[in-house]
């Protein structure tokens, strides 16, 4: 799905699950948080470089976001 | 009669009309007349720092071989095999004896610390465990209501929504603490009561929502997360500081907790636990799983009251004990004894006049199906502990309805 979509940071990667997971926009200090924690479970902001073993982060990812109090709103 | 708030189309998207109640808050309420007149009720009842703790005996206990009234002939015609002998009970006048393993009980009631009220039910009984409950959680038989009675309480009594006011000790939450306002408490395991999450999750998982937002749906879910965040940690904590030498028996229905609690100075005012999974549901050879039962359920009562001695409380905290509906008159043929109707309620605490109350149900004048037939309507009780306990003087906006309340405290 990240990669059909086109994207190519873990910025980008965040704000399209954000879109598509939450009816309301976050907060920037959440949407940060969420940048540096990708970032630092793929260990670069390349989605290309981390091609072979983003599963995992990305799970993390989704996860943290479907945590959150707005992803009741969804 | 109650009315039903149903979510309706011309509210904005998103937003249910609950959601704008809960917007608009307290200070929407101050305006008006009897916005002006709620709060002073409440400011009344705000004044004391007494506690209500409510302990639900789930499963319906058996209420005539609990307070046994072995001084009636018919108790014995009605339970050849299963009524408990005189000589078998701790009698406590000539005509009622607590069953033998009721120590607490007993002594509490020696020391004029016990009422009995007795023929608790309402009209229309139910057998259902499921809608009998109901009807006692939300104190309104027969009739929808969306609130529970200890909700609707804590909307009353504290309409400025006092984080914590409301604790509901159990592994979900009680239709009994369900509110329009507060948002209670509810937990289980304190030492489990966190967000849990992968070790890399926990920063994230931990920190505080921002709290501005122009979306009400948006910013009262924050609130919720902001409170249950607050909330589990002051839970571990007192939980974790709580040491006590007091002896609460096998099964202590979670009223250690809420002494730790009670003793970390939460501003909670009225809690709710239970002996929990329809434990009282005696069908099959009732007599040792039923006196187990309840020796259990009094060693935990008198601890507790004990432990609030412990920590100079006594004189604040009071305990309301119920169960859903008392059991069937004559005993069935399984040595147990099936659904039934009225049943005694049980207040303890040092500030409660001991005694009985309310008018004892007759054994031979039985309804069709021979049950009990009741002589209390259970909110009077609750009306009892709103107005003459907590001071909240008008019980009948909180009961949807006039019950007198007994004279049960000192």
């Given at each position: 799905m990240v990669q059909a979509a086109g994207l190519a940071t873990a910025e980008q990667v965040v704000d399209y699950f954000l879109t598509r997971l939450l009816q309301v926009p976050t907060g920037e200090k959440l949407r940060r948080q969420l940048i540096d924690t990708l970032q630092q479970e793929l260990g670069t902001a390349s989605i290309a470089e981390a091609a072979t073993y983003m599963e995992e982060p990305l799970r993390l990812l989704l996860h943290l976001i479907m945590s959150t109090p707005e992803y009741q709103l969804g | 009669m109650t009315h039903t708030i149903r979510t309706s189309s011309c509210l904005p998207a998103g937003l249910s009309r609950r959601d704008i109640l809960r917007a608009m808050g307290a200070g929407a309420l101050a305006l008006s007349p009897f916005g002006q007149a709620a709060q002073a009720l409440a400011a009344e009842s705000a004044d004391n720092n007494r506690i209500l703790v409510i302990l639900e005996l789930s499963g319906g206990n058996d209420g005539l071989n609990t307070l046994v009234p072995y001084g009636d002939d018919a108790y014995y015609r009605h339970r050849p095999k299963i009524g408990i002998k005189p000589e078998k009970l701790r009698r406590i006048d000539d005509h009622f004896g607590f069953q033998e393993g009721m120590a607490g009980f007993e002594r509490l009631y020696k020391d004029g610390q016990l009422a009995l009220v007795h023929g608790c039910g309402y009209d229309r009984p139910s057998f259902s465990h499921f809608v009998s409950m109901t009807y006692w959680h939300t104190a309104a038989?027969?009739?929808?209501?969306?609130?529970?009675?200890?909700?609707?309480?804590?909307?009353?009594?504290?309409?400025?929504?006092?984080?914590?006011?409301?604790?509901?000790?159990?592994?979900?939450?009680?239709?009994?603490?369900?509110?329009?306002?507060?948002?209670?408490?509810?937990?289980?395991?304190?030492e489990r009561f966190d967000r849990k999450g992968l070790q890399q999750e926990q920063t994230l998982l931990n920190s505080t929502p921002e709290p501005t937002t122009h979306n009400a749906s948006q910013r009262f879910l924050r609130e919720?997360?902001?409170?249950?965040?607050?909330?589990?940690?002051?839970?571990?904590?007192?939980?974790?500081?709580?040491?006590?030498?007091?002896?609460?028996?096998?099964?202590?229905?979670?009223?250690?907790?809420?002494?730790?609690?009670?003793?970390?100075?939460?501003?909670?005012?009225?809690?709710?636990?239970?002996?929990?999974?329809?434990?009282?549901?005696?069908?099959?050879?009732?007599?040792?799983?039923?006196?187990?039962?309840?020796?259990?359920?009094?060693?935990?009562?008198?601890?507790?009251?004990?432990?609030?001695?412990?920590?100079?409380?006594?004189?604040?905290?009071?305990?309301?004990?119920?169960?859903?509906?008392?059991?069937?008159?004559?005993?069935?043929?399984?040595?147990?004894?099936?659904?039934?109707?009225?049943?005694?309620?049980?207040?303890?605490?040092?500030?409660?006049?001991?005694?009985?109350?309310?008018?004892?149900?007759?054994?031979?004048?039985?309804?069709?199906?021979?049950?009990?037939?009741?002589?209390?309507?259970?909110?009077?009780?609750?009306?009892?502990?709103?107005?003459?306990?907590?001071?909240?003087?008008?019980?009948?906006?909180?009961?949807n309805g006039t019950f007198e309340p007994f004279a049960l405290f000192s």
């Amino acid at each position: 799905m990240v990669q059909a979509a086109g994207l190519a940071t873990a910025e980008q990667v965040v704000d399209y699950f954000l879109t598509r997971l939450l009816q309301v926009p976050t907060g920037e200090k959440l949407r940060r948080q969420l940048i540096d924690t990708l970032q630092q479970e793929l260990g670069t902001a390349s989605i290309a470089e981390a091609a072979t073993y983003m599963e995992e982060p990305l799970r993390l990812l989704l996860h943290l976001i479907m945590s959150t109090p707005e992803y009741q709103l969804g | 009669m109650t009315h039903t708030i149903r979510t309706s189309s011309c509210l904005p998207a998103g937003l249910s009309r609950r959601d704008i109640l809960r917007a608009m808050g307290a200070g929407a309420l101050a305006l008006s007349p009897f916005g002006q007149a709620a709060q002073a009720l409440a400011a009344e009842s705000a004044d004391n720092n007494r506690i209500l703790v409510i302990l639900e005996l789930s499963g319906g206990n058996d209420g005539l071989n609990t307070l046994v009234p072995y001084g009636d002939d018919a108790y014995y015609r009605h339970r050849p095999k299963i009524g408990i002998k005189p000589e078998k009970l701790r009698r406590i006048d000539d005509h009622f004896g607590f069953q033998e393993g009721m120590a607490g009980f007993e002594r509490l009631y020696k020391d004029g610390q016990l009422a009995l009220v007795h023929g608790c039910g309402y009209d229309r009984p139910s057998f259902s465990h499921f809608v009998s409950m109901t009807y006692w959680h939300t104190a309104a038989p027969n009739s929808g209501e969306p609130y529970g009675w200890v909700g609707r309480l804590a909307d009353a009594m504290d309409p400025n929504n006092t984080p914590n006011y409301l604790v509901n000790i159990d592994a979900s939450q009680s239709l009994a603490v369900r509110s329009r306002s507060h948002i209670p408490v509810v937990f289980d395991d304190p030492e489990r009561f966190d967000r849990k999450g992968l070790q890399q999750e926990q920063t994230l998982l931990n920190s505080t929502p921002e709290p501005t937002t122009h979306n009400a749906s948006q910013r009262f879910l924050r609130e919720v997360a902001h409170g249950a965040q607050q909330a589990s940690a002051l839970v571990r904590d007192a939980w974790d500081k709580y040491r006590s030498p007091v002896d609460y028996g096998l099964v202590n229905l979670d009223l250690p907790k809420v002494a730790s609690l009670i003793e970390a100075d939460m501003p909670t005012r009225l809690y709710y636990t239970s002996f929990r999974n329809n434990a009282f549901d005696t069908h099959v050879y009732q007599n040792s799983t039923h006196a187990r039962l309840l020796t259990y359920a009094s060693d935990a009562v008198a601890a507790f009251l004990q432990d609030m001695e412990r920590i100079g409380r006594a004189d604040d905290v009071v305990l309301l004990a119920f169960s859903e509906f008392g059991r069937r008159v004559p005993e069935n043929t399984n040595l147990g004894t099936d659904h039934g109707t009225a049943n005694p309620m049980f207040i303890a605490g040092r500030s409660v006049k001991g005694g009985h109350y309310g008018a004892l149900p007759s054994l031979t004048e039985l309804d069709e199906g021979d049950n009990l037939i009741f002589t209390t309507d259970f909110r009077r009780v609750y009306a009892s502990v709103i107005e003459n306990w907590l001071g909240y003087t008008d019980s009948a906006a909180v009961l949807n309805g006039t019950f007198e309340p007994f004279a049960l405290f000192s």
